[in-house]
């Protein structure tokens, strides 16, 4: 019914810069907040940064000033630009969304497959 797909993982050298990508797709009346966790090897998924449909946005305290999140509405896209890469942002990035689908009036919680992030020299 709806899918998240994201894109732009691969691996970088510390101090380096990516740009992931989550398109929503499907039968989507409107989207609430979108956002980023991570989940690095043997952790916990931990929460990165989101935005709202305003454009509000709040970060982790752990990639305050490295990460910028944004979001495209006309096109149910968000974005995490992530540049002064660290090895410890090693991880799966998973994009989540609030959606409101067709047919509903509540936001139902989406998540991505993931892509992965390395960080490595």
């Known amino acids: 019914q709806v899918q998240l797909v994201e894109s732009g993982g691969g691996l970088v050298q510390p101090g380096g810069s990516l740009r992931l990508s989550c398109a929503a797709s499907g039968s989507i009346l409107s989207i609430n907040f979108m956002g980023w966790y991570r989940q690095a090897p043997g952790k916990q998924r931990e929460w990165v940064a989101a935005?709202?449909?305003?454009?509000?946005?709040n970060y982790a305290d752990s990639v305050k000033g490295r990460f910028t999140i944004s979001r495209d509405n006309a096109k149910n896209t968000v974005y995490l630009r992530m540049n002064s890469l660290k090895p410890d942002d090693t991880a799966v990035y998973y994009c989540?969304?609030?959606?409101?689908?067709?047919?509903?009036?509540?936001?139902?919680?989406?998540w991505g497959q993931g892509t992965q992030v390395t960080v490595s020299s």
């Open positions: 989540n969304a609030a959606i409101v689908v067709s047919g509903s009036r509540l936001p139902t919680s989406y």
């Open positions: 935005v709202t449909s305003g454009g509000n946005t």
